[in-house]
Each structure stands twice: as structure tokens, then as C-alpha cells.
């Protein structure tokens, strides 16, 4: 879990220096579409659309745009024809990365990726070439600041596999995916506020870098998560002390 709360602490802190609220739309309203497409329009009946919902109402999206994009999923309103799509690869110093996108042209996807591993000195690899160095964990994340030591025992109590306490001050707990409502709902019920939840690709085990390859592959995860078609970029860097430092 180490290494991917760093990166989200990374993200997290750099972006509240350039966010890029069009950018997050656009994923989350692509994330509602392809969930209500997938599994219906009703978020009662859709736990991975409940999440979508979730993840837009937290970045203040409106319940009007909301509904679009789930009416749009659902067949009530014509819309791009997405399917997803995911590539594996290497960055620099051996990093595996996996990028999830959703698409409505997958050339015009693996060329733009391909283009971003290569001119950062990685290599686009083919299905399976790294994904066996992941598993799909549920990633759910509250503020410290609620008693973190009663978080602790509702989350085990419905199912919590690991919990850490982050020095930003926030309480990460991962779960298998089929735990990931039970322990949402159990916080929730007991007015637990959940600052961000999603099923997300964890690195079984990290490989820790030095700061040249660590500022390499970040640029590189940067570019990656950039491109208008990415939804989520994971890898398994253990990120060098003072990349921080080097990023403001």
C-alpha cells in the first residue's frame, strides 16, 4: 500500500497547484457512461456506477450534468460509442505501468500511448506483460481528523484487509472488491465521511527508485494521465525521498 499512497499524495499536493477541473470532468463523466452502459442507470442497483456518482458529487459536479451521463450510458440519449481499453508497459528503470482509458477510437489511443512511453524512455508492452504485478484492490480514503481509531474498528469489523494512517492526515483502508460497499456503507451509517473511494490496480510489491529515474517516471505518469482518453495510470514505483521537493 506504501506506493500507492504516495503517488495519490503526490497527486494530491501537486494538483492543488494545477488541477485541471476539465480534465476530471471528462473522466468522470466517461466513468458514468460507460458504468450505467455496463450495469443500468440505477446507482441502487449499480454499485460501480454508486461510485461514480459518489466521485462526481465530490468534485462538485452537478446532479443535472450527472444525470446526462448516466441517461447517456443507459440508452436514453445518444452519445459516443466508448469501450474500455487498458495497455501495459515499462517506464523508465523497469517500472510497470498499466494505463485504463475508455475510447471511442482505440488507434488514435495506442498511438498517443505509445508515443508517451517512448519519448520517455519506456516501451509499450503487450496484454499480460506486466498486469500479473497487480491486483484490484478496493481503495477507500477518509480525514483523521473523524477518530481514526474508531474508523479502524468499523472497517475490520466489515472486512478491511489494511489500513494506514498518511501524513497528509487521511486514513487509507484497501479491501478485496467484494468488501468495497460492505465497508462503505458500515461508514457511512456510522456518519463517516469518505473523502474518495474506487476499485483501483495495486502493485503486489514496489520497487523503490532514485530521484533521476523517480522524476523520469513521473513526467512520464504525468503525460500518461494527460491524454484526453486516460481514466487512471497506476505503476509500481516507490517514489525517491524529495521528489516533492523537485516538483514545486
Known sequence: MAGHSKWANIKHRKGRQDAKRGK???VLIRELTVAAKLGGGVPDDNPRLRTAVDKALAANMTKDTIERAIQRGAGGLEGENLE????????????AIIVESM???????VAEVRHAFTKSGGNLGTNGSVSYLFEKKGIITVSSNQD???????????GAEDI?????????IS???????????SLSEKEIQIDDSEISLI????IQADLETSL???????MLEDLDDTQNVTSNIEFAEGLLDQLD
Do not use: Q, W
Request: hydrophobic fraction near 30%; charge should be negative.
Open 148 to 158: 481514526a481509531d474508531n474508523i479502524m474498528e468499523i472497517s475490520i469489523e466489515a
Open 84 to 95: 474500455e481499453v487498458s495497455f501495459e508497459g515499462y517506464g523508465p528503470g523497469g517500472i
Open 103 to 109: 475510447t471511442d477510437n482505440n488507434n488514435r489511443t
Open 164 to 172: 494506514e494512517l498518511n501524513d497528509d492526515e487521511t486514513v487509507t
Open 216 to 222: 523520469k517516471v513521473y513526467k512520464l505518469l504525468e
Open 203 to 206: 502493485p503486489e510489491t514496489t
Open 175 to 185: 479491501c478485496s472488491p467484494e468488501d468495497f460497499e460492505n465497508i462503505k456503507s
Open 24 to 26: 476530471i470532468f471528462s
